[in-house]
């Protein structure tokens, strides 16, 4: 049941934010030329990248591995996430959003749009939102 107390709906709409903040890093992440240095932070030890496109990744080594495939096949991207729905169960969350950016692919040297939608899942940790 969610907390209609003060201090609920307080900690609820700072959950919320914490998780934009999150999708945010995940972003520059991104955008930084898919930097496979800093994206494992974003993740639990046993978090989940998933795209039917681009397959699973399981655990911050392979997560990390997907990161450095990114960066051999984009040149540049740019996430504009937008549309977010986050819902807050506690300490875990599931949140939808929608993404409309270029990206450019290394390999065929064109530039490319993509219109995708995440649906995230979110763990509260000691350090922070994660995935």
């Known amino acids: 049941m969610t907390d209609k107390s003060?201090?609920?709906?307080?900690?609820?709409?700072?959950?919320?934010?914490?998780?934009k903040q999150?999708?945010?890093r995940y972003s520059h992440i991104c955008d930084d030329d898919h930097n496979p240095d800093n994206i494992a932070s974003l993740f639990t030890e046993d978090g989940i990248w998933e795209s039917p496109d681009f397959g699973v990744a399981r655990g911050h080594d392979e997560i990390i591995v997907l990161f450095e495939?990114?960066?051999?096949?984009?040149?540049?991207?740019?996430?504009?996430?937008?549309?977010?729905l986050i819902n807050v169960d506690g300490?875990?969350?599931?949140g939808t959003w929608y993404i409309m950016g270029p990206w450019d692919m290394r390999a065929e040297k064109e530039s490319k749009w993509f219109a995708l939608r995440y649906d995230d899942d979110y763990l509260r940790t000691d350090g922070g939102w994660k995935y």
């Open 91 to 94: 300490d875990s969350a599931t």
């Open 69 to 84: 495939n990114f960066k051999k096949m984009f040149s540049f991207s740019q996430h504009n996430m937008t549309n977010p």
């Open 22 to 24: 999150l999708k945010v």
């Open 6 to 19: 003060l201090e609920g709906r307080i900690q609820r709409l700072e959950d919320i934010e914490s998780i």
